[in-house]
């Protein structure tokens, strides 16, 4: 397949664009360069000869036009996006512009494109999102596909806006939309200012773990590589119009998380104290959700899919890969907002 990547260079959209590589896919890799992306991520594939890069906006009708016509793709992938929650308390409509106006521009852009090809029914525009649109859960129950959307931070709303877009384009012009809503991904390449990178990093230079609340908040942990591989999963054999919810089967507490992450780094980093002695619970986020979880019953019954990484597994990983790839984060810890306390709403 030829496949458009929108925000490739990022975290999960440049585990796609390797997955795709490595099964022999060609990828044109879209990517406006903002600051969370790096195009260290894909530095492994960038000279397959089935790999090209183009800087652009999704924002940009003309550009995405002009990729479009240029690569003739048989797939979009759409993972580009504002991302970080606390990030979008502190500014909210960058969110909405690039996750609202920008998917709108990307869904007409997609619908021209289609529409002047004859509208091949092997079109497919993959909407990729994320649990938060859902909202929080109390101690049982998990999120489904027939969940309603009551998004809490500014970040999960434009999220959904960009959903429920993507699903008027399918009902309204035909365009064959396809759509996942995953849980929370770690994994190589997570930029410094999420969580267990955070958690990492801060362990290692003897700083303060900063800990929101309780701790008792709880997440649903997928480990980046096997969501690319059920993206790919969703894109190929998905049923249009039809939405997928991808989740890690690996339930957590964060102060547990971070605990697992401390003892990690006393076994394969040990120093004089434990690292844990530098956890530290501070204000929480406002709005923070209590509970994701995700039952993930129709992606692997119906597509065969199932996570292949355990939590503990992942962990051990993603710690070894951040202690054995230090020039790259230390890079990404020099751009604005990276270490600092967000989301205050103040």
Same mark, same amino acid.
């Given at each position: 397949?030829?496949?458009?990547?929108?925000?490739?260079?990022?975290?999960?959209?440049?585990?796609?664009?390797? $997955?795709?590589?490595?099964?022999?896919?060609?990828?044109?890799?879209?990517?406006? $360069?903002?600051?969370?992306?790096?195009?260290?991520?894909?530095? %492994?594939?960038?000279?397959?000869?089935?790999?090209?890069?183009?800087?652009?906006?999704?924002?940009?009708?003309?550009?995405?036009?002009?990729?479009?016509?240029?690569?003739?793709?048989?797939?979009?992938?759409?993972?580009?996006?504002?991302?970080?929650?606390?990030?979008?308390?502190?500014?909210?409509?960058?969110?909405?512009?690039?996750?609202?106006?920008?998917?709108?521009?990307? @869904?007409?852009?997609?619908?021209?494109? /289609?529409?002047?090809?004859?509208?091949?029914?092997?079109?497919?525009?993959?909407?990729? %999102?994320?649990?938060?649109?859902?909202? %929080?859960?109390?101690?049982?129950?998990?999120?489904?596909?027939?969940?309603?959307?009551?998004?809490?931070?500014?970040?999960?709303?434009?999220?959904?806006?960009?959903?429920? @877009?993507?699903?008027? /384009?399918?009902?309204?012009?035909?365009?064959?939309?396809?759509?996942?809503?995953? %849980?929370?991904?770690?994994?190589?390449?997570?930029?410094?200012?999420?969580?267990?990178?955070?958690?990492?990093?801060?362990? @290692?230079?003897?700083?303060?773990?900063?800990?929101?609340?309780?701790?008792?908040?709880?997440?649903? /942990?997928?480990?980046?590589?096997?969501?690319?591989?059920?993206?790919?999963?969703?894109?190929?054999?998905?049923?249009?119009?039809?939405?997928?919810?991808?989740?890690?089967?690996?339930?957590?507490?964060?102060?547990?998380?971070?605990?697992?992450?401390?003892?990690?780094?006393?076994?394969?980093?040990?120093?004089?104290?434990?690292?844990?002695?530098?956890?530290?619970?501070?204000?929480?986020?406002?709005?923070?959700?209590?509970?994701?979880?995700?039952?993930?019953?129709?992606?692997?019954?119906?597509?065969?899919?199932?996570?292949?990484?355990?939590?503990?597994?992942?962990?051990?990983?993603?710690?070894?890969?951040? @202690?054995?790839?230090?020039? /790259?984060?230390?890079?990404?810890?020099?751009?604005?907002?990276?270490?600092?306390?967000?989301?205050?709403?103040?």
């Amino acid at each position: 397949m030829k496949l458009m990547v929108t925000g490739g260079a990022g975290f999960i959209g440049s585990a796609v664009v390797r $997955l795709a590589i490595a099964r022999g896919h060609q990828v044109v890799n879209v990517d406006a $360069l903002t600051y969370a992306a790096c195009l260290d991520n894909v530095a %492994s594939v960038a000279a397959s000869p089935g790999y090209a890069f183009e800087q652009a906006d999704i924002r940009d009708r003309a550009a995405m036009d002009q990729v479009l016509d240029r690569y003739q793709p048989d797939a979009i992938m759409h993972l580009a996006a504002e991302s970080h929650v606390d990030r979008s308390i502190d500014g909210p409509l960058d969110f909405i512009d690039t996750n609202l106006r920008g998917t709108a521009t990307l @869904l007409e852009a997609a619908r021209a494109y /289609w529409v002047g090809l004859g509208k091949p029914e092997g079109f497919r525009f993959h909407q990729i %999102s994320t649990d938060e649109v859902f909202g %929080s859960l109390g101690p049982e129950g998990q999120f489904s596909e027939s969940s309603p959307y009551a998004p809490n931070s500014p970040y999960a709303a434009s999220k959904a806006g960009a959903d429920h @877009l993507a699903r008027a /384009w399918h009902e309204t012009y035909g365009l064959p939309v396809v759509l996942s809503n995953c %849980s929370n991904n770690y994994g190589p390449f997570h930029f410094p200012e999420k969580l267990i990178p955070v958690v990492i990093l801060n362990a @290692l230079a003897g700083k303060t773990i900063p800990v929101y609340g309780t701790g008792s908040n709880v997440r649903d /942990w997928l480990y980046v590589e096997d969501h690319a591989e059920a993206l790919l999963t969703v894109l190929q054999k998905g049923r249009t119009g039809r939405s997928y919810a991808i989740g890690g089967e690996a339930e957590a507490r964060n102060i547990d998380l971070v605990q697992n992450l401390c003892a990690i780094l006393d076994r394969t980093r040990p120093k004089a104290i434990p690292y844990a002695d530098q956890i530290r619970f501070v204000a929480d986020r406002p709005g923070h959700d209590q509970r994701y979880a995700i039952d993930p019953s129709r992606i692997r019954e119906e597509l065969g899919w199932r996570p292949s990484v355990t939590l503990e597994e992942g962990l051990d990983r993603t710690v070894n890969w951040y @202690l054995e790839n230090e020039d /790259w984060w230390r890079r990404l810890q020099t751009r604005a907002g990276v270490g600092d306390r967000l989301g205050k709403a103040t």
